[in-house]
């Protein structure tokens, strides 16, 4: 992972403030379904500038036999790889060019819930533009995550390694093995910034400061019109001292179960194929053996040995399954547990402080 950090060809991604509010507004509207769009901007300095942004069109499910969300959250998580919206997203670089705006295609942006994004569609997302330009990056909006009050925008890209095992389509055991590729390989994640322009930044610092009180008493000397250190009333917060567990955490918990009974199924997929594959085997064995045998039989008898790789039309072994899936999953395990360990340790601290009155007497 470090390595493939190292080997980036920039190291931070910079996001204007209002390319932020745009996601988050698009990804907002369009919850529970899937938001995808596409970002422009340029790569200066080691810094990927993320300028503008534009969402792709959504596709009107009234009008199709059988349209359902999930049909819809398909469809939107697929959105990046369809033809009309790379045409449309080729019509709207042109346009931007036209008005001296930057319009370098540097990646695209969709929306997460509970972190769950770790799929094919975004592995495939992501191949299909940074194959093209290695300068691009998939900005994921976590909406769940950011209505708890702290915003979850964060940039990631396919590796190296992992661009060149999806190319060749084989993500077998052996050919694992030799690349030495595993689930920690497949994203890196970059660190987002978001900035402002000067005039926001200007316009911010000029915003008069509401005053303390309402009835501001006219001073009577010189000493009153000293201005004096600023000194922040205490708003005490009873929330901290809840010892419910946040729901967000709980859901977290739950999802990181499902991830984990889906990890085992693939394993369970993978151990029955190797289950087949050694039935299979063994009745090669035993025919070339009884093959071997009728040859030496006919060799002793002066007649023509039959062929001995009949074997290859009569059986048929059965073709290993892919271990991408299970690296994905894998993948999305290592999400939920990140996101359970920065929660964990506020409500680990409300529990040892309680643990007086939790214990039995």
């Avoid at 990927?48 to 942004?53: C, D, I, K, Y």
């Avoid at 694992?176 to 970059?190: A, G, P, R, Y």
Wanted: glycine share 4%; aromatic share 8%.
């Amino acid at each position: 992972m470090a390595d493939s950090f190292k080997d980036a060809p920039f190291k931070t991604v910079q996001v204007e403030a209002l390319v932020v509010m745009k996601i988050v507004r698009h990804c907002s509207n369009s919850f529970p379904t899937t938001a995808t769009g596409s970002t422009v901007g340029m790569d200066k300095d080691g810094i990927l500038e993320v300028t503008n942004a534009f969402p792709f069109p959504t596709v009107d499910l009234a009008n199709v036999e059988g349209g359902h969300q999930n049909d819809a959250s398909s469809l939107a998580a697929n959105a990046p790889r369809a033809k009309a919206n790379i045409v449309y997203q080729n019509d709207m670089i042109r346009h931007l060019k036209e008005v001296n705006v930057d319009a370098n295609n540097v990646g695209w942006y969709t929306s997460a819930t509970m972190g769950n994004f770790v799929t094919s569609s975004f592995i495939e997302n992501q191949y299909h533009y940074q194959r093209d330009n290695d300068r691009t990056v998939a900005l994921v909006h976590d909406v769940s995550r950011s209505s708890q009050g702290a915003l979850s925008l964060r940039a990631f890209k396919l590796t190296q390694n992992f661009m060149a095992a999806f190319k060749e389509g084989k993500f077998t055991t052996d050919s694992l093995q030799k690349s030495k590729l595993s689930f920690k390989d497949i994203l890196v994640e970059f660190p987002v910034q978001v900035h402002n322009s000067h005039l926001l930044t200007s316009f911010l610092h000029q915003l008069p400061a509401a005053p303390a009180d309402v009835d501001v008493a006219a001073p009577t000397s010189l000493a009153d019109l000293e201005r004096h250190a600023i000194k922040m009333p205490l708003h005490p917060s009873t929330d901290i001292l809840d010892l419910s567990i946040d729901p967000f955490l709980e859901k977290s918990c739950d999802l990181l179960l499902d991830s984990i009974e889906s990890h085992y199924t693939e394993l369970n997929n993978h151990q029955y194929y190797h289950r087949q594959l050694g039935r299979e085997q063994q009745k090669i064995t035993a025919w070339q053996a009884k093959r071997k045998a009728e040859n030496a039989a006919r060799v002793a008898a002066k007649q023509q040995p039959l062929p001995e790789d009949e074997w290859q039309r009569i059986f048929k072994v059965p073709q290993e399954p892919s271990r991408l899936e299970g690296m994905l999953i894998a993948k999305q395990v290592e999400q939920y547990s990140k996101q359970i360990d920065g929660f964990t340790a506020n409500i680990s601290a409300k529990m040892f402080a309680v643990r007086g009155n939790l214990l039995p007497e």
